[in-house]
């Protein structure tokens, strides 16, 4: 592993249903790195980031996350906080009665008093201009305001990486520079799986490209 690696993987193989989504990938994160995850439709951007997270066991190969192996279940769920993956169906990820229960869900877990979190919540809804939608039930949201409220919700988490998977799906242009603008801000590392061009070119530092079940640098 390198010193200054937040994430490194060595070989690192998939194979989902009997076929190979990634013959020998080597994957580093270092700290402040965007790292876009390029490719067609199944590729295995998707099952990458599940993967990184325990979600998706590799076939082959070893990770190391925050200085330490992982490649037992066990290993992994000290993970999911610290990485923060937003699904590329973001509906999945929401839960809570209102989008500011569900934001704040994560905070709470985490141990913070219901008054914290609800302001932590409120910090999150504000940054990503979804202030309004706070009372609104998740179920009422625009596949768009989902979106940005599962966003509201991993960063809520406190994060020291980003999982993102297609963030930009389904906003229009006035949120998706918001979301940009606020992914920025952050300052944090992070692993984003996106077709989008516009995404592509305000976030990324680094770019690799998923292809033929191997991987070339960009």
Known sequence: MTDDALIDGRGL??????????????????QG??????????????????????????????LSVFGQARSRERDFAPLRGPLGLLFQDAGDQLFGPTVAEDVAFGPLNLGASASD????????????????LA?????????GEQRLAALAGVLAMRPRVLLLDEPTNGLDAGATERLLAALAETGLSMIVASHDPVCVAALASRRIELRDATHAGC
Request: net charge positive.
């Open 13 to 30: 193989r998939l194979v989902r249903g009997g076929r190979e989504l990634l013959g020998g990938l080597d994957l580093h994160l270092t």
């Open 117 to 132: 979190a609800a302001a932590i919540a409120a910090t999150q809804l504000d940054r990503l201009g979804i202030a309004r």
């Open 33 to 62: 790195e965007r790292l876009f995850v390029l490719g067609p439709s199944g590729a295995g951007k998707t099952t990458l980031l599940h993967a990184l997270l325990g979600f998706v066991p590799f076939a082959a190969g070893s």
């Open 135 to 143: 009372d609104r039930p998740v179920q009422a949201l625009s596949g």
